[in-house]
Nanobody, 116 residues
Framework: QVQFEESGGGLVQPGGSLRLSCTPS????????MGWSRQAPGKQRETVAY???????NYSDSVQGRFIISRDNAMNTVYLHMTNLKPEDTAVYYC??????????WGLGTQVTVSP
């Protein structure tokens, strides 16, 4: 069973930055893409960003221009660089490995709280 080492969440003031890290127990090259989703209290989980094995990236409209997803193949790690954070970014952020259109493997999540 794939396990994820997720880190980097925490409490930050509006306008601040955080970097989330995700290292799966298997090679990131095993997957079509790696990504991050988030879920705020009382809301559905939403895709934030993903990066394919070839390096193509995709972002939700709500984070476009503020978040950057990247991968370090040598470290087998995917990062989510978050800048200009807003209170509405507060959520549990989940790393995910997309093996196919019907097979996504999820991490346990890391809390991000944006508050004065």
């Amino acid at each position: 069973q794939v396990q994820f080492e997720e880190s980097g969440g925490g409490l930050v003031q509006p306008g601040g930055s955080l970097r989330l890290s995700c290292t799966p127990s298997t090679s990131i090259f095993n997957y079509y893409a790696m990504g991050w989703s988030r879920q705020a209290p009382g809301k559905q989980r939403e895709t934030v960003a993903y990066i394919t094995a070839g390096g193509s990236t995709n972002y939700s409209d709500s984070v476009q221009g503020r978040f950057i997803i990247s991968r370090d193949n040598a470290m087998n790690t995917v990062y989510l660089h978050m800048t200009n954070l807003k209170p509405e970014d507060t959520a549990v952020y989940y790393c995910k490995a997309i093996a196919s259109a019907v097979n996504t493997i999820w991490g346990l999540g890391t809390q991000v709280t944006v508050s004065p």
